[in-house]
């Protein structure tokens, strides 16, 4: 498997579609096996406790509809339930990519490997054991670059009116450019591109980076399926990196 960003552009739908077909590589497997149990694990139970509490949470939130918008509850009230699962998702997800930082790096980096038909660089505990501190660093800028943001949009939630109608668009919006930021900067960090230049590269294939965003935050509230989309989005997010990006920013350590 040999590719480089001479393919034609495609789209975040496609990338995304690929990350389930390459986790189940021979050879790439044992990779995806540590993050995915730090996802099944973290985000099982939390989506098992999310649930036990969805019945209190949902009457409290749709408890501050203005009288003026009580005509449209049946439809704030689905826009309640995907709202609350929308930043549950994203923020346990989070904590699990935090958790499994170190090893979805070596994900990125074996398939990256693979796909481009590399010599695939030399892995042990030494070598992992190395990376964390600039692993944990990047994770850093990450949450540095995203909690103001994350913190307007939540007030946002407390605006009567506003809260029910517009903030839950503006979120999803933001957990899709969030996501695509969060997994494709696994292979552009393996390769030292500093966080800064990463978001501007990604700017110019917004609507890409935006549709994979999308699809991986969408998963990422659906039962069972939320378990996997951990190697799964890190999976397509380097088959991306591969095609779109890799010619210009690559350089092997």
Sequence with gaps: ????????PRSGVYYFSQGWKLIRLPGIRRFVILPLLVNIVLMGSAFWWLFTRLDTWI??????VPDWLQW???LLWPVAVISVLLVFGYFFSTIANWIAAPFSGLLAEQLEARITGATPPDVGVFGIMKDIPRILKREWQKLAWYLPRAVVLLILYFIPGIGQTVAPVLWFLFSAWMMAIQ????PFDNH???????????RTRKVTNMQFGALTSLFTMIPVLNLVILPVAICGATAMWVDCYRDKHAMWK
């Design 1 to 8: 498997m040999v590719s480089s960003s001479a393919t034609a």
């Design 59 to 64: 009457p409290s939130l749709m408890s501050r």
């Design 72 to 74: 449209l509850s049946y």
């Design 183 to 186: 997994y494709c900067d696994y």
């Design 192 to 202: 030292k591109v500093p966080f800064a230049t990463m978001r501007e590269t990604l």
